[in-house]
């Protein structure tokens, strides 16, 4: 079966830009988490969609936002890019059976955001 | 403010050699801690750990949780080249939904 497939592998943008970055879940996983990877601060969470509502939030600024559409495909849009923001985007879907919401908890192999 | 730790950051070892991660957490609302092993790019479902003091085992990798001293172990065996790698731990709260919140992960080299 289709893994979790992330769009652009690769991506380079100039500060003050927008960037749109999508993921495609695992058929039949309904929640989408987003995680921020750099070097110094490792893999930091996001946010999570579930059915298309925003669920959870991680201590990002205003200027990451994302959403989820029907077919549970998430986008992740980042305004304003700072050079801060050039990092390894990665997201995750899955399942979220009951009282074991994060089984089969798959990542996609990420975009690689890089800001000039 | 919720953490975990992992040490050592980074670890040279030689093939056959047998290496242990660690993995400590302070957290509030403990559900379940995860390992994870990342070689380029999408990290890799190892364990997930629920209960302290039952190993998990998958060939020669193993983990253990202790829930008393919040930490976990990741034990490799007759390490080879493959096991390279950036291994993740990560942990997720009762409270949180699907947030995971990962330590800054250990390297892992091995030379032939």
């Known amino acids: 079966k289709a893994g979790v497939t992330q769009t652009p592998r690769y991506l380079i943008k100039t500060r003050g830009q927008q960037v749109t970055l999508s993921c495609s879940p695992i058929s039949g996983h309904r929640s989408v988490s987003w995680y921020q990877q750099t070097p110094g601060q490792g893999l930091q969470f996001l946010f999570e969609?579930?059915?298309?509502?925003?669920?959870n939030k991680g201590n990002f600024p205003g200027r990451f936002s994302g959403r989820q559409f029907s077919n549970s495909r998430s986008e992740m849009n980042v305004s304003t890019l700072e050079l801060g923001d050039s990092a390894l985007y990665l997201c995750?879907?899955?399942?979220?059976?009951?009282?074991?919401?994060?089984?089969?908890?798959?990542f996609g192999s990420g975009t690689r955001l890089t800001v000039v | 403010e919720d953490k975990v730790v992992q040490s050592p950051l980074s670890l040279v070892v030689h093939e056959g050699d047998t290496v242990t991660l660690n993995c400590s957490y302070e957290?509030?609302?403990?559900?379940?801690l995860l390992w994870y092993k990342q070689e380029k790019k999408a990290p890799t479902f190892l364990f997930m750990l629920t209960s302290s003091g039952i190993e998990k085992k998958s060939g020669r990798l193993s983990s253990i949780l202790d829930k008393k001293e919040l930490f976990s172990i990741l034990n490799i065996t007759a390490t080879q080249t493959g096991d390279s790698a950036v291994y993740l731990c990560a942990v997720v709260l009762t409270n949180t939904g699907n947030q995971f919140y990962f330590g800054t992960g250990t390297s892992l080299t091995v030379i032939p």
């Open positions: 969609y579930f059915s298309e509502t925003q669920r």
């Open positions: 995750a879907s899955s399942l979220d059976l009951p009282g074991q919401g994060y089984y089969g908890y798959t």
């Open positions: 957290v509030t609302n403990f559900r379940s």
